[in-house]
């Protein structure tokens, strides 16, 4: 039972793990690149959420920090602002290798790895 | 047989996170390392250096305004490849239909 | 892409959305929200007209090299902000030591730097946006 309990502590942790492993299972296991690009942004929210939940506190208020009071508690403000960063990276990334695959489509006539790799290899041994 | 293997794998990765993640500080307490003095500065002191009620936009833009230019040198960059990727090859093949 | 629906209800919609992005764009230091949020709802306003009225009709309204502009022109004017501070014999990008007008608590043009910063953020994410939609949904 304190198992149990030490799970429904750590929720969002427990939660973030698992979206994590699940975005990295369809990188690995996927052969289609839209799909990996997919499982790539999974692994990016998980980090999101991770980060996010280490700056909650219970019964915390936004921080809108106002004059009068002076004895709320306020949630972390760091991690939410760090994270932006991540969320930046994050589109840039996604933006990119959509770029990317336009061209391989372009080139290739596919979205599928194996296909590529077929392809490419049948033209080296010729 | 590699989704096996792939599960295989990633259920041993999990258990790793799990194990260590459920050592870590209970969610929402405020004993949570991370909530330290730093924090307590922005906290306090956001008001009279900044003016600004919102603590996370005095943060991203004043305390830490050199980090969030570079963020936005992150997006041009995106942009900067994303174009150089999709656009060369166009402006060729428009420029050989001219030609030709 | 001539779906009358789709394009009257979006002609409807979109000044509620660019009014809304802008309300948070500027209330970025008093309410949730700032140059990042109010940026990606201007540009998802945006993309909502090329998805309704086609690529081409979009390009009219905001072409390429004008977008491309924008998205650099705001980047310079975050660095201008910033020499502002070392002109003014303090650190670079720095706020109340550089002599910007602070203002009363919670009224819309206060805070020194951030509105400022917080609206060349905001135009910068919004143009990053429509210019990647339209780079990537180009082809043909």
């Known amino acids: ?126 | 047989m590699k989704k096996i293997l792939a599960i295989v794998v990633l259920s041993g990765l999990l258990i790793l996170l799990l194990s260590s993640i459920l050592e870590m500080p209970v969610l929402g307490s405020i004993e949570n390392p991370s909530y330290n003095e730093t924090t307590q500065y922005y906290l306090d002191h956001a008001i009279e250096d900044t003016n600004a009620p919102n603590v996370i936009a005095s943060i991203i833009t004043d305390y830490r305004g050199f980090d969030t230019m570079g963020e936005t040198v992150v997006l041009f960059t995106a942009i900067a490849a994303a174009v150089s990727v999709l656009r060369a090859f166009h402006d060729d093949s428009n420029k050989k239909k001219v030609e030709e | 892409m001539d779906d009358l629906i789709v394009k009257i209800i979006t002609r409807t919609i979109i000044p509620f959305i660019q009014v809304y992005g802008i309300f948070v764009i500027m209330h970025g230091h008093i309410s949730p929200g700032g140059g990042f949020s109010g940026g990606a709802i201007l540009g998802a306003s945006l993309i909502l007209y090329t998805l309704a009225y086609g690529y081409k009709d979009a390009a009219k309204k905001m072409p390429h090299k004008v977008s491309v502009m924008v998205e650099s022109g705001a980047i310079l004017w975050f660095m201008a902000i910033g020499l502002v501070g070392i002109i003014m014999g303090g650190n670079f990008l720095s706020n109340k030591a550089a002599g910007f007008y602070m203002g009363n608590l919670s009224m819309l043009f206060n805070a020194g730097l951030i509105p400022l910063v917080t609206l060349g953020i905001g135009i910068k994410v919004a143009s990053t946006m429509v210019t990647l939609f339209h780079t990537i949904i180009e082809e043909d």
Do not use: C, W
Not at chain 1, 69 to 76: K, L, P, T
């Open chain 1, 1 to 126: 039972m304190s198992i149990l309990r030490s799970i429904i502590e750590h929720i969002n942790y427990v939660a973030s793990a698992i979206l994590f492993v699940i975005g990295l299972y369809t990188v690995l296991t996927h052969s289609n690149l839209l799909k990996k690009v997919i499982g790539i942004n999974i692994m990016e929210t998980s980090i999101f959420l991770f980060f996010v939940s280490v700056g909650y506190v219970t019964e915390g208020r936004a921080p809108i920090v106002e004059a009068g009071s002076n004895h709320a508690i306020y949630v972390n403000p760091l991690p939410s602002a760090l994270i932006l960063t991540g969320i930046v990276v994050a589109v840039s990334i996604t933006a990119y290798s959509l770029s990317l695959i336009i061209r391989l489509y372009e080139a290739y006539g596919t979205l599928d790895m194996d296909e590529i790799m077929e392809l490419r290899s049948g033209q080296t041994n010729e």
